[in-house]
Protein backbone atom coordinates (compact mmCIF):
# COMPACT_ATOMS: atom_id res chain seq x y z
CA UNK A 1 0.00 0.00 0.00
CA UNK A 2 1.31 3.67 -0.69
CA UNK A 3 0.23 5.78 1.77
CA UNK A 4 -0.33 9.00 0.91
CA UNK A 5 -2.64 10.24 3.64
CA UNK A 6 -0.46 11.64 6.23
CA UNK A 7 -2.40 14.53 7.18
CA UNK A 8 -5.06 11.59 8.44
CA UNK A 9 -2.64 9.81 10.57
CA UNK A 10 0.95 8.41 10.01
CA UNK A 11 2.77 5.36 10.49
CA UNK A 12 3.97 4.69 13.73
CA UNK A 13 7.83 5.04 13.67
CA UNK A 14 9.74 1.61 15.02
CA UNK A 15 11.84 3.58 17.27
CA UNK A 16 8.96 5.14 18.98
CA UNK A 17 7.39 1.53 19.20
CA UNK A 18 10.70 0.47 20.77
CA UNK A 19 10.67 2.90 23.08
CA UNK A 20 7.08 2.20 24.29
CA UNK A 21 7.56 -1.37 24.78
CA UNK A 22 8.55 -1.37 28.23
CA UNK A 23 6.22 0.95 29.18
CA UNK A 24 3.80 -1.71 28.50
CA UNK A 25 5.56 -4.74 29.33
CA UNK A 26 7.46 -4.30 32.92
CA UNK A 27 7.61 -0.49 33.75
CA UNK A 28 3.82 -0.41 34.31
CA UNK A 29 4.17 1.78 37.68
CA UNK A 30 1.50 4.80 37.89
CA UNK A 31 4.07 8.07 38.02
CA UNK A 32 1.76 9.44 40.72
CA UNK A 33 2.38 7.55 42.88
CA UNK A 34 4.81 7.73 45.67
CA UNK A 35 8.50 6.72 46.72
CA UNK A 36 8.94 3.00 44.77
CA UNK A 37 10.72 2.64 42.15
CA UNK A 38 8.51 1.51 39.64
CA UNK A 39 6.87 5.00 39.61
CA UNK A 40 10.05 6.61 39.78
CA UNK A 41 10.69 5.82 36.52
CA UNK A 42 7.58 6.19 34.91
CA UNK A 43 7.26 9.90 36.14
CA UNK A 44 11.06 10.45 34.96
CA UNK A 45 10.00 9.03 31.47
CA UNK A 46 7.05 10.99 31.59
CA UNK A 47 9.09 14.54 32.70
CA UNK A 48 11.51 13.27 29.97
CA UNK A 49 8.89 13.26 27.12
CA UNK A 50 7.53 16.57 28.37
CA UNK A 51 10.99 17.77 27.49
CA UNK A 52 11.42 16.42 24.51
CA UNK A 53 7.90 18.23 23.10
CA UNK A 54 8.77 21.05 24.67
CA UNK A 55 12.63 21.16 22.84
CA UNK A 56 10.39 20.41 19.64
CA UNK A 57 8.62 24.17 20.39
CA UNK A 58 11.48 26.07 22.70
CA UNK A 59 8.82 26.32 25.41
CA UNK A 60 9.48 25.56 28.91
CA UNK A 61 8.63 21.96 30.31
CA UNK A 62 6.04 23.13 32.70
CA UNK A 63 4.50 24.77 29.98
CA UNK A 64 3.68 21.14 28.08
CA UNK A 65 0.47 19.23 29.20
CA UNK A 66 -0.20 15.98 27.65
CA UNK A 67 -4.11 15.10 26.98
CA UNK A 68 -5.73 12.61 24.72
CA UNK A 69 -4.89 14.46 21.25
CA UNK A 70 -5.81 17.53 19.60
CA UNK A 71 -9.01 17.68 19.81
CA UNK A 72 -9.32 17.44 23.57
CA UNK A 73 -7.16 20.72 23.60
CA UNK A 74 -8.90 22.54 21.03
CA UNK A 75 -11.84 22.04 23.01
CA UNK A 76 -9.88 22.55 26.94
CA UNK A 77 -8.17 25.61 25.88
CA UNK A 78 -11.46 27.00 23.99
CA UNK A 79 -13.70 25.88 26.65
CA UNK A 80 -11.48 26.43 29.56
CA UNK A 81 -10.95 29.53 28.54
CA UNK A 82 -14.35 30.82 27.84
CA UNK A 83 -15.20 29.92 31.38
CA UNK A 84 -12.58 31.24 33.23
CA UNK A 85 -12.32 34.74 31.66
CA UNK A 86 -16.00 35.28 31.49
CA UNK A 87 -17.81 33.64 34.20
CA UNK A 88 -14.90 33.84 36.90
CA UNK A 89 -12.96 36.87 35.61
CA UNK A 90 -16.33 38.71 34.34
CA UNK A 91 -14.30 39.65 31.32
CA UNK A 92 -15.73 39.72 27.88
CA UNK A 93 -17.87 37.08 25.66
CA UNK A 94 -16.71 37.02 22.08
CA UNK A 95 -14.43 34.85 20.42
CA UNK A 96 -12.70 35.05 17.06
CA UNK A 97 -11.77 32.31 14.94
CA UNK A 98 -11.88 30.90 11.06
CA UNK A 99 -14.42 29.37 8.75
CA UNK A 100 -11.62 26.50 7.78
CA UNK A 101 -10.74 25.40 11.42
CA UNK A 102 -10.80 21.55 12.44
CA UNK A 103 -14.47 20.34 13.65
CA UNK A 104 -13.18 20.42 17.33
CA UNK A 105 -12.57 24.08 17.22
CA UNK A 106 -15.39 24.77 15.43
CA UNK A 107 -17.94 22.78 16.53
CA UNK A 108 -16.89 23.98 20.22
CA UNK A 109 -17.10 27.39 19.07
CA UNK A 110 -20.93 26.46 17.94
CA UNK A 111 -21.23 24.74 21.59
CA UNK A 112 -20.18 28.29 23.26
CA UNK A 113 -22.26 30.60 21.08
CA UNK A 114 -25.44 28.36 22.55
CA UNK A 115 -24.30 29.61 25.93
CA UNK A 116 -24.09 32.77 25.45
CA UNK A 117 -20.70 34.02 24.14
CA UNK A 118 -20.32 35.68 20.98
CA UNK A 119 -18.24 33.83 17.84
CA UNK A 120 -16.84 35.63 14.71
CA UNK A 121 -15.79 33.39 12.16
CA UNK A 122 -13.35 35.26 9.56
CA UNK A 123 -13.64 34.62 5.99
CA UNK A 124 -9.92 33.07 4.28
CA UNK A 125 -8.13 33.45 1.00
CA UNK A 126 -8.19 31.49 -1.71
CA UNK A 127 -5.09 29.73 -0.49
CA UNK A 128 -7.11 29.23 3.08
CA UNK A 129 -5.83 32.15 4.82
CA UNK A 130 -7.03 34.58 7.33
CA UNK A 131 -6.46 38.71 6.30
CA UNK A 132 -4.59 40.36 9.38
CA UNK A 133 -6.93 43.81 8.32
CA UNK A 134 -9.95 41.45 8.95
CA UNK A 135 -8.96 39.98 12.05
CA UNK A 136 -8.20 43.68 13.22
CA UNK A 137 -11.50 44.88 12.20
CA UNK A 138 -13.12 42.04 14.13
CA UNK A 139 -11.33 42.85 17.42
CA UNK A 140 -13.62 44.73 20.01
CA UNK A 141 -13.28 45.51 24.15
CA UNK A 142 -15.31 42.16 24.46
CA UNK A 143 -12.69 40.29 22.67
CA UNK A 144 -11.19 37.17 25.18
CA UNK A 145 -9.67 34.63 22.69
CA UNK A 146 -8.52 34.47 18.92
CA UNK A 147 -8.22 30.57 17.90
CA UNK A 148 -6.63 30.16 14.78
CA UNK A 149 -5.06 27.31 12.90
CA UNK A 150 -1.54 27.47 11.97
CA UNK A 151 -1.49 24.53 9.07
CA UNK A 152 -4.97 23.64 7.53
CA UNK A 153 -5.67 20.13 7.76
CA UNK A 154 -7.51 19.93 4.00
CA UNK A 155 -5.16 22.31 2.10
CA UNK A 156 -1.84 22.31 3.65
CA UNK A 157 -1.92 26.20 3.45
CA UNK A 158 0.09 28.28 6.35
CA UNK A 159 -1.48 31.40 8.08
CA UNK A 160 0.49 34.19 9.32
CA UNK A 161 0.27 32.93 12.68
CA UNK A 162 3.82 35.20 13.62
CA UNK A 163 1.49 38.94 12.72
CA UNK A 164 -1.85 37.40 14.00
CA UNK A 165 -0.60 36.40 17.12
CA UNK A 166 1.34 39.83 17.28
CA UNK A 167 -1.40 41.46 16.77
CA UNK A 168 -3.10 40.06 19.65
CA UNK A 169 -0.54 40.71 21.99
CA UNK A 170 -0.60 44.06 20.96
CA UNK A 171 -4.00 44.57 23.04
CA UNK A 172 -3.87 41.81 25.25
CA UNK A 173 -5.83 39.40 23.82
CA UNK A 174 -5.07 35.58 24.06
CA UNK A 175 -4.43 33.69 20.98
CA UNK A 176 -4.38 30.09 20.63
CA UNK A 177 -3.39 28.05 17.27
CA UNK A 178 -4.19 24.71 16.58
CA UNK A 179 -1.14 23.01 15.52
CA UNK A 180 -1.97 19.78 15.11
CA UNK A 181 -0.66 19.54 11.44
CA UNK A 182 2.47 21.54 11.25
CA UNK A 183 4.10 20.73 14.83
CA UNK A 184 7.69 18.84 14.07
CA UNK A 185 6.86 19.67 10.30
CA UNK A 186 7.61 22.96 10.52
CA UNK A 187 10.05 25.59 13.11
CA UNK A 188 7.57 26.62 15.95
CA UNK A 189 9.48 28.91 18.48
CA UNK A 190 7.07 29.91 21.13
CA UNK A 191 10.00 32.19 22.33
CA UNK A 192 9.54 34.16 19.65
CA UNK A 193 6.10 33.79 18.30
CA UNK A 194 3.64 35.53 21.24
CA UNK A 195 1.06 32.79 20.70
CA UNK A 196 -0.52 31.37 24.23
CA UNK A 197 -2.11 28.51 23.64
CA UNK A 198 -1.02 25.49 21.32
CA UNK A 199 -2.92 21.89 20.76
CA UNK A 200 -1.24 19.04 19.09
CA UNK A 201 -1.70 15.77 18.54
CA UNK A 202 1.20 12.62 18.07
CA UNK A 203 -0.27 10.52 15.33
CA UNK A 204 0.53 12.89 13.08
CA UNK A 205 4.53 13.05 13.43
CA UNK A 206 4.56 8.87 13.62
CA UNK A 207 3.44 8.77 17.37
CA UNK A 208 0.43 6.55 18.74
CA UNK A 209 -2.63 7.70 18.55
CA UNK A 210 -4.92 8.72 21.63
CA UNK A 211 -1.94 11.45 23.02
CA UNK A 212 -1.30 14.86 22.27
CA UNK A 213 -1.17 17.94 23.68
CA UNK A 214 -1.33 22.23 24.60
CA UNK A 215 1.17 24.31 25.03
CA UNK A 216 0.01 27.19 27.67
CA UNK A 217 2.49 30.08 28.19
CA UNK A 218 3.53 31.02 31.44
CA UNK A 219 3.72 34.71 32.30
CA UNK A 220 7.31 36.33 32.41
CA UNK A 221 7.65 35.70 35.96
CA UNK A 222 6.67 32.48 35.69
CA UNK A 223 2.95 32.31 36.97
CA UNK A 224 0.25 29.83 35.20
CA UNK A 225 -2.31 31.13 32.63
CA UNK A 226 -5.95 29.69 34.62
CA UNK A 227 -7.86 27.90 32.47
CA UNK A 228 -11.09 25.87 33.91
CA UNK A 229 -10.10 22.41 33.59
CA UNK A 230 -12.31 20.07 31.40
CA UNK A 231 -11.78 17.48 33.08
CA UNK A 232 -11.86 17.59 37.09
CA UNK A 233 -10.87 14.72 39.69
CA UNK A 234 -6.63 14.86 39.96
CA UNK A 235 -3.64 17.20 40.30
CA UNK A 236 -1.98 15.36 37.42
CA UNK A 237 -0.34 17.92 34.47
CA UNK A 238 -0.15 20.92 36.90
CA UNK A 239 -3.77 20.64 37.66
CA UNK A 240 -5.16 21.20 34.08
CA UNK A 241 -6.04 17.94 33.48
CA UNK A 242 -7.18 14.78 35.95
CA UNK A 243 -6.03 11.37 35.11
CA UNK A 244 -3.42 8.77 35.16
CA UNK A 245 -0.92 9.22 33.02
CA UNK A 246 -0.79 6.75 29.92
CA UNK A 247 2.83 6.70 29.97
CA UNK A 248 3.57 4.42 26.97
CA UNK A 249 1.60 7.14 24.92
CA UNK A 250 3.67 9.99 26.80
CA UNK A 251 6.42 7.94 26.09
CA UNK A 252 6.05 7.24 22.51
CA UNK A 253 4.73 11.03 21.92
CA UNK A 254 8.48 12.03 23.19
CA UNK A 255 9.78 9.89 20.92
CA UNK A 256 8.35 11.04 17.98
CA UNK A 257 8.74 14.56 19.15
CA UNK A 258 13.04 13.71 19.43
CA UNK A 259 12.71 11.96 16.40
CA UNK A 260 10.83 15.03 14.86
CA UNK A 261 13.41 17.63 15.92
CA UNK A 262 16.26 15.57 14.58
CA UNK A 263 15.22 14.96 11.12
CA UNK A 264 13.14 18.11 11.00
CA UNK A 265 15.30 19.71 8.11
CA UNK A 266 16.39 16.62 6.25
CA UNK A 267 12.85 15.25 5.52
CA UNK A 268 11.64 19.08 4.85
CA UNK A 269 13.76 18.49 1.66
CA UNK A 270 12.58 14.86 0.44
CA UNK A 271 9.34 16.27 1.03
CA UNK A 272 9.50 19.24 -0.70
CA UNK A 273 11.63 17.53 -3.51
CA UNK A 274 8.40 14.97 -3.36
CA UNK A 275 5.98 17.45 -3.62
CA UNK A 276 7.26 19.12 -6.76
CA UNK A 277 7.66 15.84 -8.76
CA UNK A 278 3.72 14.98 -7.85
CA UNK A 279 2.49 18.48 -9.28
CA UNK A 280 4.65 18.73 -12.45
CA UNK A 281 3.54 15.32 -12.86
CA UNK A 282 -0.26 15.89 -12.00
CA UNK A 283 0.08 19.33 -14.25
CA UNK A 284 1.37 16.86 -17.12
CA UNK A 285 -1.35 14.47 -16.89
CA UNK A 286 -4.34 16.92 -16.19
CA UNK A 287 -3.11 20.26 -17.78
CA UNK A 288 -6.38 21.65 -16.46
CA UNK A 289 -5.93 20.58 -12.71
CA UNK A 290 -5.72 23.31 -9.97
CA UNK A 291 -3.85 23.43 -7.00
CA UNK A 292 -5.24 24.55 -4.34
CA UNK A 293 -2.84 24.67 -1.53
CA UNK A 294 -0.31 27.97 -1.48
CA UNK A 295 2.68 27.21 -3.18
CA UNK A 296 5.22 28.63 -0.95
CA UNK A 297 3.32 28.72 2.85
CA UNK A 298 2.59 25.38 3.44
CA UNK A 299 3.29 22.36 5.36
CA UNK A 300 5.53 20.39 3.25
CA UNK A 301 4.55 17.40 1.18
CA UNK A 302 0.91 18.34 1.29
CA UNK A 303 -0.84 19.15 -1.69
CA UNK A 304 -4.84 19.62 -2.62
CA UNK A 305 -5.64 19.30 -5.99
CA UNK A 306 -8.59 20.10 -7.92
CA UNK A 307 -8.61 17.59 -11.01
CA UNK A 308 -11.68 18.70 -13.24
CA UNK A 309 -13.77 15.91 -14.60
CA UNK A 310 -12.17 13.08 -12.50
CA UNK A 311 -15.00 12.64 -9.52
CA UNK A 312 -12.79 12.10 -5.95
CA UNK A 313 -14.60 9.62 -4.36
CA UNK A 314 -14.36 7.11 -7.29
CA UNK A 315 -11.05 8.05 -8.57
CA UNK A 316 -10.05 7.09 -4.71
CA UNK A 317 -12.08 3.35 -4.77
CA UNK A 318 -10.37 2.84 -7.92
CA UNK A 319 -6.95 2.84 -6.53
CA UNK A 320 -7.84 1.93 -2.84
CA UNK A 321 -6.01 -1.30 -2.84
CA UNK A 322 -2.69 0.06 -4.15
CA UNK A 323 -2.77 3.69 -2.72
CA UNK A 324 -4.72 5.72 -0.02
CA UNK A 325 -5.25 9.71 -0.79
CA UNK A 326 -7.97 11.28 0.66
CA UNK A 327 -10.29 13.63 -0.39
CA UNK A 328 -10.00 16.00 2.75
CA UNK A 329 -10.82 15.83 6.38
CA UNK A 330 -10.92 12.20 7.84
CA UNK A 331 -13.11 14.00 10.08
CA UNK A 332 -15.94 15.27 8.30
CA UNK A 333 -16.62 12.68 5.33
CA UNK A 334 -19.74 12.32 3.54
CA UNK A 335 -20.62 16.26 2.91
CA UNK A 336 -18.94 18.22 0.54
CA UNK A 337 -15.79 19.68 2.50
CA UNK A 338 -16.80 23.41 4.38
CA UNK A 339 -13.11 24.13 3.82
CA UNK A 340 -12.72 23.93 0.10
CA UNK A 341 -16.25 25.83 0.04
CA UNK A 342 -15.07 28.52 2.20
CA UNK A 343 -11.51 29.04 -0.66
CA UNK A 344 -14.74 29.50 -2.75
CA UNK A 345 -14.90 26.24 -4.89
CA UNK A 346 -17.95 24.95 -6.60
CA UNK A 347 -19.32 21.60 -5.64
CA UNK A 348 -18.22 20.35 -8.76
CA UNK A 349 -14.80 21.28 -8.03
CA UNK A 350 -14.55 20.12 -4.48
CA UNK A 351 -16.14 16.66 -6.00
CA UNK A 352 -13.54 16.50 -7.91
CA UNK A 353 -10.47 17.22 -5.35
CA UNK A 354 -8.44 15.24 -3.60
CA UNK A 355 -5.92 15.70 -0.63
CA UNK A 356 -2.55 13.70 -1.09
CA UNK A 357 -0.04 13.91 1.84
CA UNK A 358 3.04 12.65 2.36
CA UNK A 359 5.61 11.68 4.97
CA UNK A 360 9.25 10.99 5.26
CA UNK A 361 8.70 7.14 4.53
CA UNK A 362 7.45 8.11 0.87
CA UNK A 363 9.71 7.24 -1.66
CA UNK A 364 10.04 8.17 -5.34
CA UNK A 365 9.36 4.94 -6.28
CA UNK A 366 6.01 5.35 -4.64
CA UNK A 367 5.11 8.66 -6.34
CA UNK A 368 6.18 7.61 -9.79
CA UNK A 369 3.78 4.18 -9.35
CA UNK A 370 1.30 6.29 -8.07
CA UNK A 371 1.46 8.65 -11.47
CA UNK A 372 1.65 5.29 -13.37
CA UNK A 373 -1.16 4.27 -11.94
CA UNK A 374 -2.56 7.86 -12.65
CA UNK A 375 -2.30 7.86 -16.23
CA UNK A 376 -3.23 3.95 -16.62
CA UNK A 377 -6.79 4.92 -14.79
CA UNK A 378 -7.20 8.29 -16.75
C1 LIG B 1 -5.96 20.52 12.38
C2 LIG B 1 -6.41 19.40 13.25
N1 LIG B 1 -6.85 19.67 14.48
C3 LIG B 1 -7.26 18.70 15.31
C4 LIG B 1 -7.26 17.40 14.92
C5 LIG B 1 -7.73 16.34 15.88
O1 LIG B 1 -6.64 15.62 16.35
P1 LIG B 1 -6.82 14.31 17.25
O2 LIG B 1 -7.03 13.20 16.30
O3 LIG B 1 -5.52 14.19 17.98
O4 LIG B 1 -7.95 14.54 18.18
C6 LIG B 1 -6.84 17.05 13.63
C7 LIG B 1 -6.88 15.65 13.16
O5 LIG B 1 -7.18 15.36 12.03
C8 LIG B 1 -6.38 18.09 12.77
O6 LIG B 1 -5.96 17.84 11.54
Redesign the pocket.
Known amino acids: MIYFDN??TTEIDPEVVESMLPFLNEEYGNPSSKYYTLAETAKKSVEESRTSVAELINSRNDEIIFTS????S?NFILKGISDYLYYEKKLGNHIITSKTE?K?VLETCKWLEKRGYKITYLNVNKYGQVDKDELEGSLTKETILVSL?WGN?ELGTLNEISSLSSMCKDRSILFHS?A??VLGKIDIDVKSIPVDFL?F?A??IHGP?GI?GCFIRKTKIGTKQKITPLIHGGSQEFDYRAGTHSVHNIVGFGKACEIAKREMNKNTLVLKDLETILIDQIRAIYPSSQINSHLTHKIPGVINVTLPGINNEILIRKLRNDVAISTG???SLGEPSYVLKSIGLTESEIYTTIRISLSKFNTLNQVNSFINQLISIQ
Not at 69 to 72: L, T, V
Open positions: SAGASENHSINDTQSSHKKGSAC
